[in-house]
C-alpha cells in the first residue's frame, strides 16, 4: 500500500506542475500533452487511462480558468531587435530590394 500510496501522490505532485505551467503560460496544451504522454507517473492513479483523457484533464483546465491557447513567444525582445538591426544593416549595404 504505500508505493501505491507514493505513486499517487507522485503522479498528483506531476499534475499539480503541468496545471501550474499551464496557468502560468509556460507550457502549451500540446506541451503539456507530450510531457504527459512522456512521463513515468502513473496518470491511472488520477483517472488518466488514454490521451483523450489527458487531452480532457487539459482542456479542463482551460476551461475552468477561462485560458485560450496563445502561441508560445519563441523570440526574445533582443533577438528580434537584433533581427532588425541586421536587416537595416543589409538594406543599407546591398539596398532595398522591394523596388
Do not use: C
Amino acid at each position: 500500500m504505500k508505493v501505491k500510496n507514493w505513486a499517487w501522490d507522485s503522479a498528483s505532485k506531476f499534475l499539480s506542475q503541468i496545471e501550474n505551467d499551464l496557468i502560468s503560460l509556460k507550457i502549451t496544451k500540446s506541451e503539456a500533452l507530450t510531457k504527459m504522454q512522456n512521463s513515468e507517473e502513473m496518470l491511472s492513479l488520477e483517472g488518466i487511462n488514454s490521451k483523450s483523457d489527458a487531452e480532457e484533464w487539459i482542456d479542463n483546465i482551460h476551461f475552468q480558468y477561462n485560458m485560450l491557447e496563445t502561441p508560445r513567444i519563441t523570440n526574445s525582445v533582443e533577438v528580434v531587435i537584433d533581427n532588425m538591426k541586421e536587416t537595416k544593416l543589409e538594406n543599407l549595404l546591398w539596398g532595398d530590394n522591394n523596388e
